[in-house]
């Protein structure tokens, strides 16, 4: 049992490693800029 | 609508969200100070059940929490969705609905902490009848929140709506598992788990809890405030989307560390602490945006109360979340595991982060919502300092304490006995109880003049009628942006 939750924790870790680094990745720069910009042009 | 037939925002609702907050932070901080007062003189519940300790704790708990914190939320989280989205409330008469009712189940709640009917979970206390309803709020509260997004007319969802969403998800699935049981009268029920299965689901919200609802909940409040007090964007848009993932993922694998060297697998409280120590980069990065996005603006530091308020709860929630994994290592819980390090840790987050950040937003937001000036910019300044003091000297006096508590208890004789009793070690701490007391009366005044200066601010005062604003063309739903695909920053699809 141990094991098998170990294997499942590795496959989330992994998962979820990939999604920090396509998160980190996809987008240029500017749209990051762009979205930080929204609380500053909503009024 | 408003009287001409134009979309307005719901702002009403977020000022009576707001006035509510500051009725139960009022209440429930004067319940705190009188349980600080109650370590002293044990004789004040003068033989009345209903003033015990063990009665008036969770109400002073749950108000906080659910009355001042979560009020707070709602308030801010209706506020900011509306302008992130460019679009009015998704049903609003269901937010006041949850406006109303929550008010009324935390109310109706804490009377029954008080009548001895609990469900002995911390944090958790209420007995099933108001689990029920709450849940059946926390639904509505997301129905509103989520058909806003989903109707919005800006093509990003802000970074700020990820945590208010993270909230309201993690917290109504926390709630939930938590709180299954089998109940026996109106005012008793048992808990669906029995013994270590019971403890580890108990903290696994109760962690939680304090993960996604007392800091991601309030950092959605930061990444949306923080901005709009200092005139900056964030920092870096960037690291606030991967400190969410990194946040949410780390998050909830820690709650065992509150169970160390207890009736469950070793392996699940090194798995605990190993989590914990990694839930510090995720925690820090959004520590850090925050410092990094006011750094341009720090003149405007030296005028603005709010913003002050904002950036020491920054560093509150900086030394809290270090502090946190800290005591998460086995090494150092077999010190400060109950003992009043604990209570020193929790405040440092509760004063220092919960508090102050929430204190700063209303100073930012009381003002814009009724169109007028602060009522007194001097009281606000007056509030920071001793809201400052306060806290200072609360997380100070229950480290000496705590840290005195953990190795007086640790030390044995030759014999390996004990060599000091409980209460020998408890008629130690009086004097570090009566600086707590002082520094909660200290904190307590502060908010209590906040408390004035917004009814002040709010005298006579309507909220006032807000017309949402056109969206710039690179953030329209049919716009591209400008990466190749057809995306949003924050990392799923538009």
Redesign the interface.
Known sequence: M?VFIFAG?ML?MLF?IG??M???T?????????????????? | MSQNGQEIYHDRVVTRLIQFSLVWVVVAMAVGVFLAAEFIWPGLDFGQFWLSFGRIRPLHTNGIIFGFGVSALMATGFY?VQ??S?IPLFMPKLAWFCCYAWQLVVLLGGLSLLAGWTSSKEYAEFEWPFDIAIAIIWVCFGIVFFGTIANRR?R?I???NWFYGGLIIVIAMLHIVNNLAIPVTIGKSYSLYAGAQDAVVQWWYGHNAVGFLLTGGFLGMMY?FL??QS????W???LS??SF??FT?SYIWAGPHHLHYNSIPE?VQS?AMVMSLILLAPSWASMINGIMTVSKAWEKLRTDPALKFIVMSLAFYGLATFEGPMMAIRSVNVVSHFTDWTIGHVHSGALGWNAMITYGTFYYLVPKLVGCELYSKKMANMHFWLALAGTMLYILSMWAAGVSQGLLWLSVDEFGQLSFSFREIMAAMSSYYGLRLIAGLIFFVGTLLMGWNLFMTMRGQKTIEVIP?PV?E??RINSK???A?D?????VPA
């Open positions: 141990t924790d989330v979820m999604l920090v396509w998160v980190t996809k987008d240029g720069k500017e749209v990051g800029q762009d979205n930080a910009r929204i609380p500053l042009e909503d009024d | 900011s302008r992130t460019h800006i990003p802000y970074v700020s949306y901005p709009k005139g900056q964007p964030i870096s848009y960037r989307v991967v993932w990194a993922y392996w798995l604003g710039a690179k953030y942006p400008e990466s695909d995306h949003i920053g924050t990392g």
